[in-house]
């Protein structure tokens, strides 16, 4: 696609149920990044792929929150024992190479009821 | 760790009026780049500009032009020629080069265009 893609637009899940949150970056960008925006507050960076490896997770706030790109493209951000707390919007990044303009997609708005 | 601060929650401004968000930041590094982006409630967040810190010229996309001070970590956003498809909130970041390049974000400001 044109741009970046992720999916759900929405989630809503009850408190402790595992979910998943896919981004699909721009074709040939080797860089993604996760962010989490909390209600009235900017985003928070997450975690960094370059290429399949997570280079920098060191925002990922406790082990409940993994992410993975296996194959370099697709990245999917996991979140186990989802607490009311985790609700925010989850914001995908890609660019083409270090220091390219990072694009974003529309995030997926995350509801721990 | 770098912060950014930007110290108006929310601004207006008249259709056709120009208007000015601040925004200051904190680091010790001596090369870096600094963004303004813009997220309208589609929730997509748009680069709108970008300046680098070892440019001491202003950077300037069309309506959008910043006054960037490097002494004093200063880095405002004016908004010419006001629209009102420029009401959405606005976001200043910073980026270190080198490692993740991963943004660092301010709170934000709400702008609100007005008919």
């Known amino acids: 696609g044109a741009g970046v893609s992720q999916t759900p637009s929405n989630k809503v899940t009850e408190k402790g149920k595992y979910v998943e949150l896919r981004c699909d970056p721009i074709s040939g960008h080797t860089a993604l990044y996760w962010y989490r925006q909390s209600l009235g507050q900017g985003p928070e960076f997450l975690i960094y792929f370059q290429g399949t490896g997570a280079a920098d997770d060191s925002g990922l706030p406790n082990d409940r929150f993994f992410a993975v790109r296996p194959e370099g493209s697709v990245s999917t951000l996991k979140i186990q024992r989802t607490e009311r707390g985790d609700s925010a919007v989850y914001l995908c990044?890609?660019?083409?190479?270090?220091?390219?303009?990072?694009?974003f997609g529309q995030g997926t708005r995350l509801t721990v009821v | 760790a770098q912060t950014v601060t930007q110290s108006q929650p929310e601004m207006s401004v008249q259709e056709a009026e120009t208007v000015t968000l601040s925004c200051t930041y904190d680091t010790s590094e001596s090369n870096y780049y600094l963004f303004w982006y813009k997220q309208p409630p589609s929730r997509q967040m748009i680069l709108v500009i970008r300046?680098?810190?070892?440019?001491?010229q202003n950077a300037t996309e069309n309506r959008f032009s910043v006054n960037f001070q490097k002494a004093a970590k200063s880095f405002s956003l004016k908004i010419s020629d006001s629209q009102l498809g420029d009401t959405a909130m606005y976001f200043c970041a910073f980026m270190k080069p080198g490692g993740s390049e991963k943004l660092v974000f301010g709170k934000g400001t709400k702008l609100t265009v007005n008919p």
């Open positions: 990044a890609s660019s083409r190479d270090r220091e390219a303009e990072a694009f």
């Open positions: 300046q680098e810190a070892y440019k001491q």
